[in-house]
Nanobody
Framework: QLQLVESGGGLVQPGGSLRLSCAAS????????IGWFRQAPGKEREGVSC????????PYLDSVKGRFTISRDNGKNTVYLQMNSLKPEDTAIYYC???????????????WGQGTQVTVSS
């Protein structure tokens, strides 16, 4: 099983920024498409965005468009999620996972990380 480890979450005020990291442990991330997902209290898990091995990105969740950016640094074996202009409704546990990308859509997530909590509150 592939192991992914998320970090970078925390408490931030509305309008603030955070950068989440998804690091691969024990394997090379270069060969995998990776997705970021989130789950807010009482809600289902939803996809935020995914990035292919070559750096191609799937469409972002509508509510984060223009504010969040997914990227990867294969040299550091890490995928990032830069989150700007954070809103209270972005509060959730954020997870990364290995995914397939078909026809521009992010599907079949697996090998989930443990998640990192993001709380946006004043």
């Amino acid at each position: 099983q592939l192991q992914l480890v998320e970090s970078g979450g925390g408490l931030v005020q509305p309008g603030g920024s955070l950068r989440l990291s998804c690091a691969a442990s024990g394997f090379t991330l270069d060969y995998y498409n990776i997705g970021w997902f989130r789950q807010a209290p009482g809600k289902e898990r939803e996809g935020v965005s995914c990035i292919s091995r070559s750096g191609g990105k799937t469409p972002y969740l509508d509510s984060v468009k223009g504010r969040f950016t997914i990227s990867r640094d294969n040299g550091k074996n890490t995928v990032y999620l830069q989150m700007n202009s954070l809103k209270p409704e972005d509060t959730a546990i954020y997870y990364c996972a290995v995914v397939n990308i078909k026809r521009g859509q992010c599907i079949a997530p697996s090998d989930w990380g443990q998640g990192t909590q993001v709380t946006v509150s004043s």
